[in-house]
């Protein structure tokens, strides 16, 4: 197994979770399951639950979350993740995560400036995330440059990006995209939520003719197919089948698209399979072991890509991803066992 196998890159959050945040949600106009951008309204609320909750610190950021699941599955050495944070306390808490679990920290580095953090409002099984960026959408293209990450992008086999990052970063995104189509190496997007495919279409769209695997929740593909005007929004096959079905730069390798719906089957569609989607059922986690679903979608997706890139079919790789997902339900927010068990 090659080192560096995988580079992945998007938005480093520290997370500040609270649970029965029921007051919160009401007091914020949050939705109890959802992710967005905190707007000047939601401004107070990290000084608020800091002061008022007992909250928990874990490490975060959608894509990051999915490189320490990787990193959970491949062998040492074989993970790498980048993204941009501040010189604080909390990126420092971020990079010691990182260590613990075998993911390498590339991170580009704002001197002066905060990290960004997530706001993780629990109830029952719900999580609504508000996330304020700060030195994270100052991620700099010429970050790719500099000979460590460069290093890292050129020996990586995949590349995987959260769909948040194109908030601000698709031009980085782009970059490394069109290297990896150019190297017929595999560019994986998450879709990461609904107001991505809805309010970043423009970037999107610029980027999925570059994408090999496609990965997302059945509430980021109904907001996919809303925002393209597909006849069906609540089919989930036909809007996996409508984005393997999107032009491809790199035809030497098959659209693979993955769409989760929580506790109920994954669909998978491929290219080379267009006509047959195939559905996995979940082992539902039962009722009692379920703590909170903070990054059970990450997880998944660290899971699946690393099992791919052990060489495994895409059905077992789907059975690895389902198995991480169940893995950090049952932890607090996005967190897998350790001891390691084998998955
Ligand atoms: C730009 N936004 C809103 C975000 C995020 C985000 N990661 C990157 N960018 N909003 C929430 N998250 C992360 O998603 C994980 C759960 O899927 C949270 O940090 C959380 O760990």
């Given at each position: 197994?090659?080192?560096?196998?995988?580079?992945?890159?998007?938005?480093?959050?520290?997370?500040?979770?609270?649970?029965?945040?029921?007051?919160?949600?009401?007091?914020?106009?949050?939705?109890?399951?959802?992710?967005?951008?905190?707007?000047?309204?939601?401004?107070?609320?990290?000084?608020?639950?800091?002061?008022?909750?007992?909250?928990?610190?874990?490490?975060?950021?959608?894509?990051?979350?999915?490189?320490?699941?990787?990193?959970?599955?491949?062998?040492?050495?074989?993970?790498?993740?980048?993204?941009?944070?501040?010189?604080?306390?909390?990126?420092?808490?971020?990079?010691?995560?990182?260590?613990?679990?075998?993911?390498?920290?590339?991170?580009?580095?704002?001197?002066?400036?905060?990290?960004?953090?997530?706001?993780?409002?629990?109830?029952?099984?719900?999580?609504?995330?508000?996330?304020?960026?700060?030195?994270?959408?100052?991620?700099?293209?010429?970050?790719?440059?500099?000979?460590?990450?460069?290093?890292?992008?050129?020996?990586?086999?995949?590349?995987?990006?959260?769909?948040?990052?194109?908030?601000?970063?698709?031009?980085?995104?782009?970059?490394?995209?069109?290297?990896?189509?150019?190297?017929?190496?595999?560019?994986?997007?998450?879709?990461?939520?609904?107001?991505?495919?809805?309010?970043?279409?423009?970037?999107?769209?610029?980027?999925?003719?570059?994408?090999?695997?496609?990965?997302?929740?059945?509430?980021?593909a109904e907001a996919y197919a809303n925002a393209q005007?597909l006849?069906e929004p609540?089919?989930?096959?036909?809007i996996?089948?409508a984005?393997?079905?999107?032009?491809?730069?790199?035809?030497?390798?098959?659209?693979?698209?993955?769409?989760?719906?929580?506790?109920?089957?994954?669909?998978?569609?491929?290219?080379?399979?267009?006509?047959?989607?195939?559905?996995?059922?979940?082992?539902?986690?039962?009722?009692?072991?379920?703590?909170?679903?903070?990054?059970?979608?990450?997880?998944?997706?660290?899971?699946?890509?690393?099992?791919?890139?052990?060489?495994?079919?895409?059905?077992?790789?789907?059975?690895?991803?389902?198995?991480?997902?169940?893995?950090?339900?049952?932890?607090?927010?996005?967190?897998?066992?350790?001891?390691?068990?084998?998955?």
């Open positions: 197994m090659p080192t560096n196998s995988l580079f992945a890159f998007g938005n480093p959050l520290l997370d500040i979770q609270v649970t029965n945040g029921e007051a919160l949600l009401k007091k914020y106009n949050l939705k109890p399951n959802d992710a967005i951008l905190a707007e000047e309204a939601h401004a107070p609320i990290y000084d608020e639950i800091a002061a008022n909750y007992a909250v928990a610190y874990v490490a975060g950021g959608a894509a990051q979350n999915a490189a320490r699941a990787a990193a959970y599955v491949l062998p040492p050495e074989s993970v790498v993740f980048s993204g941009a944070v501040g010189d604080d306390d909390l990126a420092k808490q971020l990079r010691a995560a990182n260590d613990k679990e075998g993911l390498k920290s590339a991170y580009y580095v704002l001197k002066g400036e905060k990290t960004g953090a997530c706001a993780v409002v629990i109830t029952g099984h719900h999580r609504s995330l508000v996330t304020t960026l700060r030195s994270a959408e100052k991620f700099n293209k010429d970050h790719l440059s500099t000979p460590e990450v460069a290093s890292y992008i050129d020996h990586a086999k995949f590349y995987y990006c959260e769909g948040y990052f194109l908030t601000h970063g698709v031009e980085s995104a782009l970059e490394v995209a069109k290297k990896a189509s150019l190297a017929s190496k595999v560019f994986v997007i998450n879709l990461s939520a609904p107001f991505i495919p809805q309010f970043f279409k423009a970037q999107l769209d610029s980027l999925l003719p570059y994408c090999d695997i496609v990965i997302g929740n059945e509430a980021e005007g006849p609540k089919n989930l096959p036909a996996a089948q984005i393997a079905s999107l032009p491809k730069i790199n035809p030497s390798r098959p659209r693979i698209v993955v769409i989760t719906h929580g506790a109920e089957s994954t669909i998978l569609v491929s290219s080379e399979d267009i006509k047959n989607p195939k559905e996995y059922p979940v082992n539902k986690v039962p009722d009692d072991q379920i703590v909170d679903t903070n990054g059970a979608g990450d997880m998944f997706a660290g899971g699946f890509v690393a099992a791919l890139i052990l060489g495994t079919s895409s059905s077992e790789a789907v059975e690895v991803g389902h198995r991480l997902g169940a893995m950090c339900i049952s932890q607090v927010g996005p967190q897998l066992k350790w001891p390691k068990e084998r998955v």
